[in-house]
């Protein structure tokens, strides 16, 4: 084998059967010769999945059907709402305690990659340090790159072609770099002192405002963007506040508001939908809030978009103008102050 490129290892097992003992094979990649990468697709019941050790990094796509998925891995725990065109990462080494799925799922797509796409040389020598715990362990997101390789890899299962190794492989370092680029987690310089007298700096907040819009649609929690920023879950709570001027629940609750106007607006989803997708705990909740935010009901709002005619309430905050709040993304939000018209 030449040295030029990462070696080849023998085609990866089914790795589904033991984590996923209650589920139903539908289709695996076992007898196409895949070597650097292998992909099943199962069919999930509802049910609670205890105990169980990720060998390989795992990414999974959800095809079909919706539920409310919760996991915990040490202390990390996830839940929030599953649709199609999301996916879950659970890095090598990952002791996941808990996997819970509220309602049957009919496809989901797993794929597994091994521990040598992520060397630093099978990496291109970008400075990832090979050390296949740097991936973070997330769950509920979107990302259209990952899932066009996904898909790409499932086409090649169901219609098998006479090169479709040599894509497999060259679309696995392909979704290697790719988890490397946006997902693995920074080295943490922690300077939790200055942090909280200055405030977050600008790398620190970009990358969990970033974290935040990628993952509206679950459960988010102060401890969880700590991890993100490298900080104890106390100095990043003065920090985020020191930083913005408003603490992570306000934040979120706003974000989140920006993002269930822009559903709204765009699409015929039920207000009940849109508060599961945006991560509120009930349609109650959601109205609550965007009255109080807003001072219009969510209702009111998509009828007054619908006819394009749409009159400020008193104590509505502004979107355009020195004082704006719900600005095009939430790293822009935190520029602006919160000032009532």
Not at 135 to 162: C, H, K, V, W
């Amino acid at each position: 084998m030449s040295s030029l490129g990462p070696q080849l290892e023998a085609p990866l097992q089914v790795h589904g059967d033991a984590k996923y003992p209650s589920s139903q094979t539908l289709m695996t990649s076992r007898e196409l010769g895949w070597s650097n990468i292998s992909a099943e697709l199962r069919s999930h019941p509802q049910g609670i999945i205890a105990d169980r050790s990720a060998g390989d990094t795992e990414l999974m796509l959800l095809l079909r059907g919706r539920s409310r998925i919760t996991r915990e891995a040490g202390a990390i725990r996830q839940s929030g709402g599953a649709a199609p065109g999301m996916l879950w990462l659970s890095p090598a080494g990952s002791q996941e305690n808990l996997i819970e799925i509220s309602s049957p799922l009919p496809e989901a797509l797993h794929v597994f990659l091994p521990g040598t796409l992520f060397s630093s040389r099978a990496a291109g020598g970008d400075g990832y340090d090979g050390g296949i715990d740097g991936l973070r362990y997330e769950g509920g997101f979107r990302d259209p790159l990952l899932e066009l390789i996904l898909r790409s890899l499932l086409a090649e299962m169901q219609a098998p072609t006479r090169y479709g190794a040599l894509l497999a492989d060259g679309l696995a370092s392909t979704l290697a770099a790719r988890l490397i680029h946006k997902y693995a987690g920074p080295k943490c310089d922690r300077s939790p002192a200055r942090s909280c007298r200055r405030g977050l700096d600008s790398r620190r907040l970009k990358r969990v405002c970033e974290f935040i819009d990628a993952n509206l649609g679950r459960e988010l929690r102060v401890d969880q963007l700590a991890q993100v920023a490298c900080l104890s879950q106390y100095h990043f709570a003065r920090a985020f506040k020191k930083a913005t001027g408003h603490t992570v629940h306000q934040y979120l609750t706003t974000v989140r508001l920006e993002r269930a106007k822009e559903l709204l607006a765009a699409d015929e989803s039920s207000i009940a939908d849109i508060a599961f997708q945006c991560s509120f705990s009930s349609q109650s909740n959601f109205t609550k809030a965007f009255v109080r935010l807003l001072g219009i009901s969510p209702g009111r709002y998509r009828r007054a978009r619908a006819s394009s005619v749409f009159v400020r309430p008193a104590g509505y905050y502004t979107r355009t103008g020195p004082h704006r709040v719900l600005g095009d993304s939430a790293t822009e939000m935190l520029r602006y102050s919160m000032t009532p018209v």
